[in-house]
């Protein structure tokens, strides 16, 4: 094979391995007996072709549904062949999902098969120098080979180039459809010439030269020396109106009208999640097993991993027979004389629901070493459900163990464990260790830190799943309806993959001083916190939010009528294709960007760039904002009340973001709008109850704070030192003027650079939100980096250590890792350089938020006399509810705290408000 320093291009025939993969070993099924192997088949030619070319752009291409020209050329043309069978019709559903899941653009056109979209793109590529690379096992498309187009059958691995094609055929690329109008192809039900082989084939296009000048001088042929020579040349004048039928048949279109370019074929970042979902269901769990330890089959486009990241996982079969059901009293004796011995126990609780304030207990399970475990149920109550230990009489016995701060424990997302045995007077101490914290800690984006995939990634474990037990969907039972024998297994293996994770997590995070104070000395700190506040909660004025949700209907109504009267028409404002015919097709806005298929983009962000311009994407997103405010806070929140407290109780995350920033759910704190009317009206339905007040205390600046303490530019320590207003101060150096004649314009843009550069923006991107010129935006990049040096030298360090190592730290040790940092392609390195450079600034930022909420937690201990409550987290703010008498003490004492969270070398600033709603304390 011809060697090619450039990355090809991939077209891969999908519908050509979808029928052979089908028809060839293994032939899988998944437990519920659904077929597979077609599936696995193809997903595996496609990984095999992803590590061998290292693509940056790919297109797998099926045959769409429907009849295409050539039926109507011939309306015998694969009219002999058998529907597809039901076991394969069944599996291209799946398939479809895990090619788009894996990045790969997927593409069916109507009217021509999976052959003609090929050949028209590998043309394209073709005419344009590139050197393309078509998978295949179809000798049609032979056709296709030119000094930059090659074949390869992943199934023999076998390649052809011009000089393949012509020693397998016999023939060159150019006189492939010649061949095959003389052969025919009984598969297609193409005719071809009667009694022609492919031996007679060759003989005559070798001595005769193509079909067009066989046709113009047949004679030739009776001088050749092949058997039937002396007669073929009436033959194939007999029948030359087939021949050239099937000529046109054979003939693959090279000129198929696409709604796409070349450059829409863009691989692009895998879906883990819905891989994993696709997975599962399909039982591929080798596959499984390496999508969560990152080694996929783009696996090669990811930067060398760190000595941290080299474990292999250790495959285990549990050993059950260890498990044990506790069902009397001297049973449970043995479990309490075992873990008052034990040196750390695994704890997990089963309940009724994963809402912390409606849970009620159903068992506890325990372990105390690898296949050593315990159940203890409390509350099954299905009819036939045997004798068990009375609940409140366990907890009783239980209560010294649990609240016991010297036994240690370990759990998989034990805040919610002792949110739950709060309900029951139970205050859960001794908590030293926590796999998902542990995983979050090793690698943020390594995988997804529940339980089942990290048994999977780190012991090669297949947890047994809730829904095994519990079933689905509406008729899917709660944990106290489960029967005993399928609970005590499913809730022991709980405790004993817990205790096995840590035994596997703990060793590796050791390697890493850093990491283990990152996981002690924050992450593990902050669970009884966060715990604690949630099931404090928030008061909600739910009149309020009823009555803004009135107002919001009111303006999305007009909104709606003003886009049908801009549009011309009505329309579904929500409807991506619907939007796409209006704008791009009837009004014929300009198309900034193209999704995967190759269709115009309705985005956020394409509409935020038309709406400089045009009335009717300024419409959109108005009622897009507008609507999503409606449905998920003024229409939700309300109903979201406790009827319990009176009061809104949401769920914090600690293992979900990459930077170590929390996040919240059910309701989500994070992205309530601050700079808008629609978004501080929410923020006022946050209420102090009577007698007390809202406190907001937040830090001032802190990425920009953090950047010139990482940086070290002396000119912006020189500013934060002197009390400037940074983005003041950085117009007077950018515009050069005095600090006293800055503009509020130049502020204004000022501030658009600091924060642009956080964020590794680009003089492109900077243009974009300031609404000016490239040049003028380069220019104001320039002067920033002339000004403040340090600066860029961090930039430029920082871009180096990702490279070398694969992730950048925070100050405090934790690592964000970058899988895309050495990526072939270009956006998507580019992408992940933005991040390295932000991600120390948002990450220590995460940090020194969460040293302040341990602190803060541990002052109000020692100061019950403030009646002061933490109860929520919103970025870098932590807010309080206080009693109205010692407000103005709490919020000193408690801004004092929070500026000495960390030790920067530029002041920390913390800045509080006080007030009777949310809004008015900000």
């Given at each position: 094979m011809a060697t090619h320093p450039d990355t090809p291009l991939v077209l891969v025939d999908g519908s050509s391995y979808l029928f052979r993969a089908y028809h060839s070993p293994p032939h899988l099924t998944n437990s519920k007996g659904e077929a597979t192997g077609a599936i696995y088949g193809v997903v595996n030619m496609l990984k095999s072709l992803l590590r061998q070319y290292k693509p940056s752009e790919m297109a797998v291409v099926f045959d769409a549904k429907g009849p295409t020209f050539r039926n109507e050329l011939y309306a015998e043309y694969k009219a002999h062949r058998p529907p597809m069978p039901d076991d394969l019709r069944h599996q291209i559903e799946p398939l479809h999902q895990?090619?788009?899941a894996m990045g790969l653009p997927l593409l069916c056109v109507s009217g021509v098969e999976a052959d003609d979209v090929i050949g028209t793109l590998a043309r394209a590529a073709?005419?344009?120098?590139?050197?393309?690379?078509?998978?295949?096992?179809?000798?049609?498309?032979a056709q296709l080979v030119d000094e930059h187009v090659t074949l390869i059958n992943t199934m023999t691995n076998t390649v052809l180039d011009p000089v393949g094609v012509e020693a397998k055929f016999g023939v060159p690329p150019e006189l492939i459809i010649d061949y095959l109008a003389l052969v025919g192809d009984k598969s297609d039900n193409i005719p071809g010439l009667p009694g022609v082989g492919e031996k007679t084939a060759t003989a005559m296009l070798q001595g005769g030269g193509s079909l067009q000048q066989l046709f113009a001088a047949p004679e030739k042929l009776a001088e050749l020396n092949f058997r039937g020579a002396k007669t073929m040349a009436e033959k194939l004048l007999a029948h030359k109106e087939q021949v050239e039928l099937s000529y046109l048949l054979a003939t693959i279109k090279a000129d198929v009208e696409l709604p796409y370019q070349l450059s829409d074929l863009q691989i692009q970042p895998a879906n883990t999640a819905e891989l994993e979902q696709c997975y599962r269901q399909c039982e591929f769990n080798r596959w499984l097993k390496e999508l969560l330890t990152a080694e996929t089959a783009t696996d090669s486009l990811q930067p060398d991993v760190t000595e941290l990241e080299q474990a292999e996982p250790t495959a285990v079969t549990l050993d059950t027979s260890g498990y044990q059901t506790v069902l009397t009293k001297d049973e449970f004796q043995q479990l309490l004389e075992a873990i008052e011995g034990s040196e750390l126990t695994a704890l997990d609780t089963e309940t009724t629901s994963l809402d912390y304030m409606e849970a009620n207990l159903?068992?506890?399970?325990?372990?105390?070493?690898?296949?050593?475990?315990?159940?203890?149920p409390v509350a099954h109550d299905y009819l036939d459900a045997p004798e068990q230990l009375d609940r409140d009489w366990v907890l009783a016995q239980l209560k010294a163990w649990l609240e016991n701060p010297a036994k240690a424990k370990v759990g998989q997302n034990l805040k919610y464990d002792q949110s739950v045995l709060a309900r029951y007077a139970i205050e859960l101490q001794g908590i030293c260790f926590d796999t998902m914290l542990e995983s979050y800690v090793f690698n943020s984006v390594g995988s997804r830190h529940d339980m089942d995939n990290l048994a999977l990634k780190y012991l090669g474990h297949n947890t047994i799943s809730f829904t095994d037990i519990a079933g689905k969907g509406v008729k899917q039972l709660t944990f106290n309806q489960i029967e005993m024998e399928q609970a005590s297994r499913y809730a022991a293996e709980d405790a004993d993959v817990t205790l096995r994770l840590h035994q596997t997590l703990w060793p590796q995070l050791q390697q890493s001083e850093a990491l283990v104070a990152v996981l002690q000395e924050i992450e593990m700190p902050l669970v009884p916190i966060l715990s604690a506040m949630e099931r404090y909660g928030v008061l909600i004025d739910a009149k309020q939010l009823r009555d803004q949700s009135a107002v919001l209907a009111t303006r999305l109504a007009e909104l709606e009528l003003l886009a049908y009267e801009l549009a011309g028409q009505e329309f579904n404002l929500a409807s991506p294709k619907q939007l796409q015919e209006i704008l791009f097709e009837k009004q014929q806005l300009p198309v900034i960007k193209k999704t995967p298929k190759?269709?115009?983009?309705?985005?956020?962000?394409?509409?935020?760039?038309?709406?400089?311009?045009?009335?009717?994407?300024?419409v959109l997103i108005e009622h897009r904002g507008l609507s999503k405010l409606k449905s998920t806070y003024t229409d939700k929140l309300p109903k979201m009340i406790k009827a319990a407290t009176g009061r809104v109780h949401t769920s914090y995350h600690q293992a979900v973001a990459a930077t170590g920033r929390l996040s919240s759910t059910e309701p989500n704190l994070q992205n309530i709008p601050i700079r808008s009317e629609a978004g501080r009206r929410i923020r006022q339905a946050f209420i102090a109850p009577a007698g007390k007040k809202i406190v907001a205390i937040d830090y001032s600046q802190i990425e920009l704070r953090i950047m010139a303490h990482l940086s070290g530019d002396q000119a912006l320590l020189d500013a934060f030192a002197a009390g400037l207003d940074i983005h003041k101060a950085t117009a007077a150096e950018v515009f050069g003027v005095p600090l006293s004649e800055v503009s509020g314009e130049q502020r204004r843009r000022a501030k658009a650079v600091n924060f642009g550069l956080i964020y590794g923006m680009s003089a492109f991107g900077l243009a974009k939100q300031l609404d000016i010129g490239r040049q003028e935006a380069q220019q104001y990049v320039d002067r920033y980096f002339e000004r403040f040096p340090g600066v860029l030298n961090y930039m430029e360090r920082t871009r180096q250590q990702a490279h070398e190592q694969g992730y950048v730290t925070t100050i405090?040790?934790?690592?964000?890792?970058?899988?895309?940092i050495n990526a072939r392609n270009a956006a998507r390195k580019k992408a992940a350089e933005r991040a390295a450079i932000n991600?120390?600034?948002?990450?220590?930022?995460?940090?020194?938020?969460?040293?302040?909420?341990?602190?803060v937690a541990a002052y109000l201990k020692e100061h019950p006399e403030l009646k002061a409550v933490m109860m929520?987290?919103?970025?870098?703010?932590?807010?309080?509810?206080?009693?109205?008498?010692?407000?103005?003490?709490?919020?000193?004492?408690?801004?004092?705290?929070?500026?000495?969270?960390?030790?920067?070398?530029?002041?920390?600033?913390?800045?509080?408000?006080?007030?009777?709603?949310?809004?008015q304390a900000h």
């Open positions: 895990i090619i788009q073709s005419a344009a120098g590139r050197h393309t690379v078509i998978s295949t096992g179809d000798k049609d498309m159903v068992g506890l399970s325990f372990a105390t070493a690898p296949g050593k475990a315990w159940y203890l190759g269709t115009p983009s309705t985005a956020e962000d394409v509409l935020q760039e038309l709406a400089h311009q045009y009335e009717l994407p300024r405090y040790g934790r690592r964000l890792y970058l899988p895309e991600a120390p600034m948002q990450g220590t930022a995460a940090d020194i938020i969460k040293r302040a909420m341990i602190k929520m987290q919103v970025h870098d703010e932590l807010v309080f509810e206080v009693s109205s008498e010692q407000a103005e003490q709490a919020t000193r004492a408690l801004t004092a705290v929070m500026s000495e969270a960390a030790e920067l070398d530029v002041p920390l600033v913390a800045e509080a408000g006080i007030g009777d709603n949310w809004d």
